[in-house]
Nanobody
Framework: QVQLVESGGGSVQAGGSLRLSCAPS????????ISWFRQVSGKEREGIAA????????YYADSVKGRFTISQDRFKNTVYLQMNSLKPEDTAMYYC??????????????????WGQGTQVTVSS
């Protein structure tokens, strides 16, 4: 089983930036697609960005396109989510998740096999 550890959440004012990190531990073909999801209490988990690790292909939800960037550092075995121009509506718990392949699976949370514990992002107006 792949373990995922997120970090980098916090509180920021609108217009600010944060960078989240996701560090999967252990090799598994189940972690070839790494995605970021977010969830507000009482709402469904929303897929916002994903990366196919080998090809580098990326996917974004319309709600974050142009503001968020997903990237990877192969040497550090870490996937990042750079979040710029943050808005109060970006406030949520952010999760890192892994599955075998992004195409056909992202952005449905049910298709992802392994999850991190989440990191809170709060954006104040």
């Amino acid at each position: 089983q792949v373990q995922l550890v997120e970090s980098g959440g916090g509180s920021v004012q609108a217009g600010g930036s944060l960078r989240l990190s996701c560090a999967p531990s252990g090799y598994s073909s189940r972690r070839n697609c790494i995605s970021w999801f977010r969830q507000v209490s009482g709402k469904e988990r929303e897929g916002i960005a994903a990366m196919q690790i080998i090809s580098g292909g990326v996917y974004y939800a319309d709600s974050v396109k142009g503001r968020f960037t997903i990237s990877q550092d192969r040497f550090k075995n870490t996937v990042y989510l750079q979040m710029n121009s943050l808005k109060p509506e970006d406030t949520a718990m952010y999760y890192c998740a892994a599955t075998t392949v992004c195409a056909g699976r992202w952005p449905l949370a049910a298709n992802f096999d392994d999850w991190g514990q989440g990191t809170q992002v709060t954006v104040s107006s």
